[in-house]
């Protein structure tokens, strides 16, 4: 085969058409793109649900050219607008979402289980009873996104703080209920 010439594959392109058969790949690279993301955007042009609205027809008229008779105005109205913090009011959660717990820190025997029960007859979920070190004041503590629970459940505690749970308090529950010395019965 020293004389022959070389073969090429049957599908091998004829030299010197390397360039044409780049620009064609390219152009089918651009095209199937198109076609593509231009489907992806018809699509999520068309998931919107948002209607859209006609751009409003403004007419002028007056009682006179819709003869109606109209009674002088008696008095006018005036719109302040303020500006400033604005509050977002959190609507709690039903007790039957909520988990507490109660943890006696003022000493008295038997005292955090019949909060507990009388947690339970509101319809809490309630873990049960345990004990805490002494503490003078009651405390509320609450998980993130259980503040308004507890500001609510804080009624039933007029002498306790509301805070955040402590970092190194380990409870299942959305609200722990610590009663001190401060807590009456």
């Given at each position: 085969?020293s ?6 594959g049957?599908h ?7 360039a ?20 992806l955007?018809?699509?999520a042009?068309l998931g919107?649900d ?5 751009e ?20 006018t109205?005036?719109?302040?607008t303020?500006t ?20 006696n ?6 005292l955090?289980?019949r ?23 009651s ?7 259980f503040q ?8 039933s505690?007029?002498?306790a ?7 190194d ?8 209920v ?7 019965e």
């Amino acid at each position: 085969m020293s004389g022959s010439p070389r073969r090429r594959g049957r599908h091998a392109a004829p030299r010197g058409d390397f360039a044409r058969e780049l620009a064609v790949m390219v152009a089918g690279i651009l095209a199937v793109g198109l076609v593509v993301f231009g489907g992806l955007w018809v699509m999520a042009d068309l998931g919107d649900d948002t209607p859209t609205q006609a751009e409003p027809t403004r007419t002028t008229a007056t009682a006179a050219t819709l003869g109606i008779t109209q009674p002088p105005p008696t008095s006018t109205s005036t719109t302040t607008t303020t500006t400033g913090p604005t509050t977002t009011t959190t609507v709690p959660r039903p007790p039957g979402e909520v988990t507490v717990q109660v943890l006696n820190g003022k000493g008295v025997a038997g005292l955090a289980g019949r909060v507990t029960e009388e947690l339970a007859g509101d319809g809490y979920r309630t873990l049960p009873a345990d004990n805490h070190s002494p503490l003078d004041t009651s405390r509320i503590w609450y998980k993130p996104g259980f503040q308004a629970e507890a500001e609510l459940l804080a009624a039933s505690f007029p002498d306790a703080v509301v805070e955040p749970v402590p970092a190194d308090l380990v409870s299942e529950a959305d609200i722990v209920v610590v009663l001190g010395a401060s807590y009456e019965e």
